[in-house]
């Protein structure tokens, strides 16, 4: 991550632009009828952030690398615990989104029920 | 080499979970996959998580584990508990915590690494991630509060507030830009994180309960943004296209939010609607027919196409299932009953779809604006629930008025109009709403609960 080769940066930003014209398409074709389950859904999606913030909450006072460069040993554990936290967050987005999601889906679940015909007396 | 064939591995995995993502979001095209998307989304997810507890930068466990169980927690009781009225909130809230947590993540890596040791392009993503981190963190809590009604639901506003924003913004900006020129600037960097945590209040109190649609589509594509942005500074795909994915779904909605208002998006964070008008409406005069309940009962009854129009006023009533009662009476006696659905009829887009479908509406007859709006006219009696603004005409037929050019549902053609309205005062924006004085409108006044629940009944009495 220190050294930026040119060719990684290319790569990301292709990966952004297709991203963001697939999004484009798929998120065009979704009803008006399910957009409030959409956006908890891409929220949830989202909170993939949280696989970021394993990283940084896992790394601890150990990291040798960061010890080389910087030194100080305090600073690791800023970052855990910011990582930490980070994780909490990440993790109700990742849970909530979903759950409440399927929860809302399930509604819409439904089928029309046959209806009786000309009414009953 | 055992290293690089767990990293080859962890890379295939997010792939994986990538193209889950991708074909999550496509099931949502029709209610009916919708359900089955979730689930490939999910177990992407799982993957995703998985395989990164395998990485081997991860040396210790009791911070994560801590992490996700108490996440997992509290995600879960949301999950459980959280009334479908309360959605807006909910969905506000998870994205102040998804902005959070991807500024927390910038700033971490922002200690662990320093400024000076990123390359630029690095350093500028990092500083994108934490600025749009920080004010979409502040800016969701705010209007959360505001759904909740823990903050004033009216506009906040104050004489200079544009010039002071201006300053906020532009300092903000310029602390970004510079620690992004001089990476040793790590003061300027942590006052970008405090100006834009501020930035962030500032930017949704003067914006009215109403507009509240336009603004969280807007804060799902901050956070949505700022997740894409940590894909940036740490190289890392999946992160990309799922953030990426969630800006632009955020994007699509807060322009399709826009359109159903006919205004524009600085219009919306600028203009602070609801706070007072003074426009006049067309043929606005005259008196309002009241109707009884006997007689709004006969009506339905006879009719043999009922469209109603549920509006927020329905949500606050607590009336979803009062309707769905009213409308199986009446479809049990043979009339065909459909919903007429605005885009903005809720505080967020689709909310009054899932409020009626938790209702136990088939959703086949949730019709949206411009499906419903051609059957006006073969339509016998339509029913307005706790909505004004989105049903007014002046919004067709008078170009002065602040509304003209929203598209609107179209009741006015219909045969007949019942409006259920709790008195006779104005609606929520305070304009005057000429549809009240229509020949072809009768007001039904009372609580919308409990005049439907009585007209239920009615109706199987006829």
């Known amino acids: 991550m220190q050294t930026l080769n040119p060719a990684v940066l290319i790569a990301s930003l292709s990966v952004f632009v297709l991203a963001a014209f697939l999004g484009y398409q798929l998120i065009s074709r979704v009803p008006p009828l399910l957009h409030t389950p959409l956006m908890s859904a891409t929220n949830a999606i989202s909170g993939i952030s949280l696989i970021g913030s394993l990283v940084i909450a896992g790394m601890h006072k150990v990291d040798f690398h960061a010890l080389a460069q910087g030194g100080a040993g305090a600073k690791p554990s800023i970052a855990t615990l910011l990582g930490f936290i980070a994780v909490v967050t990440a993790s109700t987005n990742v849970v909530g989104g979903f759950g409440i999601t399927d929860r809302m889906l399930k509604m819409f679940q439904q089928r029309k029920k046959v209806m009786p015909q000309g009414g009953s007396k | 080499m055992e290293q690089t064939g767990v990293n080859y591995l962890l890379e295939f995995t997010y792939l994986v979970a990538s193209i889950l993502f991708v074909l999550g979001i496509k099931g949502l095209s029709h209610p009916e996959t919708a359900r089955r998307g979730m689930f490939m989304a999910e177990a992407g997810m799982l993957a ?72 630029t392009f690095t350093r500028g993503a990092l500083g994108f991630e934490v600025m749009l981190g920080a004010l979409t963190t502040t800016g969701s809590l705010i209007a959360a509060g505001k759904l909740q009604g823990i903050v004033r639901g009216t506009p906040v506003q104050f004489k200079g507030q544009q010039i002071l924003n201006l300053l906020l913004f532009g300092s903000m900006v310029g602390c970004f830009i510079y620690s992004i020129i001089n990476p040793e600037a790590t003061l300027f960097f942590y006052a970008m994180v405090a100006l834009g945590f501020i930035f962030g209040i500032m930017l949704v109190i003067p914006i009215g309960s109403a507009d509240m649609p336009v603004v969280m589509s807007l804060l799902n594509s901050y956070a949505g943004l700022a997740a894409a942005a940590t894909g940036f500074v740490l190289g890392n795909n999946v992160l990309i296209i799922a953030g990426t994915l969630d800006g632009f779904s955020g994007l699509i909605l807060s322009i399709l939010m826009c359109k159903a208002m006919n205004r524009s998006i600085t219009n919306v964070l600028f203009g602070g609607f609801g706070a007072v008008h003074h426009a006049s409406a067309l043929g606005a005069g005259g008196e309002m027919r009241e109707i009884s309940l006997d007689d709004a009962a006969v009506r339905l009854a006879y009719a043999s196409k009922v469209v109603f129009v549920p509006g927020y006023g329905l949500a606050t009533a607590q009336a979803q299932h009062a309707v769905r009662e009213l409308a199986n009476a009446l479809e049990e006696r043979g009339v065909t009953v459909k919903y007429g659905i605005h885009p903005v009829a809720g505080r967020m887009p689709g909310h009054m779809n899932v409020l009626l479908a938790e209702a136990n509406v088939p959703y086949g007859d949730l019709y949206e604006m411009e499906q419903i709006n051609p059957e006006f006219s073969s339509t016998d009696v339509a029913v307005v629930v706790g909505a004004n603004d989105v049903v007014n005409p002046d919004a067709r037929d008078n170009a002065d008025s602040p509304i003209a050019g929203m598209p609107i549902l179209e009741v006015d053609r219909a045969k007949s109009v019942i409006v259920l309205k709790r008195g006779q005062g104005r609606g929520f924006s305070g304009l005057e709403n000429p549809l009240f004085f229509k020949s072809v409108t009768s007001m039904l006044y009372g609580d919308a609960k409990s005049s439907l629940t009585q007209l239920a009944q009615e109706v199987k009495n006829v």
């Not at chain 2, 009225?85 to 809230?93: D, G």
């Not at chain 2, 998870?94 to 947590?101: E, K, N, T, V």
């Open chain 2, 48 to 119: 995703a998580i998985i395989g990164t507890l395998f990485h081997n930068g991860i040396i210790t466990y009791e911070w994560i584990a801590a992490g996700l169980i108490i996440g997992s927690i509290i995600g879960a009781l949301m999950a459980i508990w959280v009334p479908m009225t309360a959605m807006p909130q909910r969905t506000a809230l998870s994205h102040a915590f998804g902005a959070f947590a991807a500024a927390l993540v910038g700033i971490a890596e922002y200690t662990l690494h320093g400024g000076a040791a990123m390359p």
